[in-house]
């Protein structure tokens, strides 16, 4: 399985970037998948996670309202809309597709940088 990130890019504060995440290599479905980012000196943290179906959503209280998550099965693709950016947001973004919890594949990352 190889997830591939893409989408990132150089912005300024306030603009709307959207994150792709499409996954190839098999033909089962993710139980869930998600969008995690790794700022510059600082850990890898959730950013958001998508049930299987799409039906369930939870984001990080800091891009809650902004940013939105979500699937589309017959593509084999994920989304991460990200809107009113801010330099806080500037990271690497990754994403995850899990089987079961011990069971994960993840993307190469793909840079966000958000100018003042």
């Known amino acids: 399985v190889q997830l591939v990130e893409s989408g990132g890019g150089l912005v300024q504060a306030g603009d709307s970037l959207r994150l792709s995440c499409a996954a190839s290599g098999s033909t089962f479905s993710f139980n869930s998948m998600g969008w995690h980012r790794q700022a510059p000196g600082n850990e890898r943290e959730v950013v958001a996670f998508?049930?299987?179906?799409?039906?369930?959503?939870n984001y990080a209280d800091s891009v809650k309202g902004r940013f939105t998550i979500s699937r589309d099965n017959a593509k084999n693709t994920m989304y991460l809309q990200m809107n009113d950016l801010t330099p806080e947001d500037t990271a690497v973004y990754y994403c995850s597709g899990w089987i079961t919890p011990d069971e994960s594949y993840w993307g190469q990352g793909t840079q966000v940088t958000v100018s003042s």
């Open positions: 998508i049930t299987s179906d799409g039906g369930h959503s």
